[in-house]
């Protein structure tokens, strides 16, 4: 499938989508938003492919932000008509059911950041920046940042980041918990193409769920999470993953999975 956006490509289980406006920093417009729906439900419908990354094309942005110049054209009305936004949760983070890495090369802002907040963990290059600069632009956080950015690095430093729309670099950014990982910039894509693999060489069906359990932790009590999490072991248990699993341990082979 060809884009005028966004690359996508494969490498053996693993989906690579590029976000590619690099002159303009890989700025988020409507037509990246349909192309980025499309290209996931894609990854979330083959079942050779395990695990997705996520970058910006070129050294110097993820993505810049939601992009400036199409939305100066629009009134509130047409925000508030096509429920701008609302898409990215329910299209991208809520059909994603198998997981994605956000591999981040360079700024991530605005809605470049809500986006890498939305994959399951974010790798980042030393040079990338975070941040929630749409004070600046008279507007606040509009697809997620508010919630996402509190919850991953707690209350007091995201309402400084968002009321001052300052940036917060890469080795900030792992300490505060935003970043799994931080790796010299050179090798990015090689650590999340990694880290990628070796996710897509676990049990399919295993790390649906893994993702699903850790995910229910940000929208569910602990008590409801602590069932929800015993419920999705038991059926795991049934699965034939789980036999080979344990055979493949107690045998010392690696596991031939089935994905179910
Ligand atoms: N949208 C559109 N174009 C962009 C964007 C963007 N977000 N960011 C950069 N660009 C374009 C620039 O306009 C420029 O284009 P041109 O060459 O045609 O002038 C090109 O990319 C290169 O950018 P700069 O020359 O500015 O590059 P610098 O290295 O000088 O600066 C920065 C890099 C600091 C990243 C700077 O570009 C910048 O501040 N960008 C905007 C960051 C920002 O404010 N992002 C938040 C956007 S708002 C949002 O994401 C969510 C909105 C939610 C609203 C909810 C409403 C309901």
Redesign the pocket.
Known sequence: MSYETILTETDGAVTIITLNRP???N???SVVLEELIDAFAAYQADDSQLCAILTGSGD??F?????????SEKA?AD?YLQD??AKWTSHIVKTTRKPWIAAVNG?A??????LAMMADFIIASENA?F????I??G?????G?SQRLTRAVGKSKAMEMCLT?R?MGAEEAERSNLVAKVVPHEELMAEAKKTAALIASMPPMAAIANKEMVNSAFEMTLDQGLVQERRLFQILTASEDKKEGMAAFIDKRDGNWKGR
């Open positions: 002159k303009a920093l700025a988020l417009s110097k942005a993505a810049a932000g939601a992009d400036i110049k199409e939305m509130a925000f701008f936004f700024f802002l605005g809605g470049g950041c809500e920046k941040g929630q600069p749409e600046k632009l507007v606040a956080p509009g697809m940042g729309g940036m």
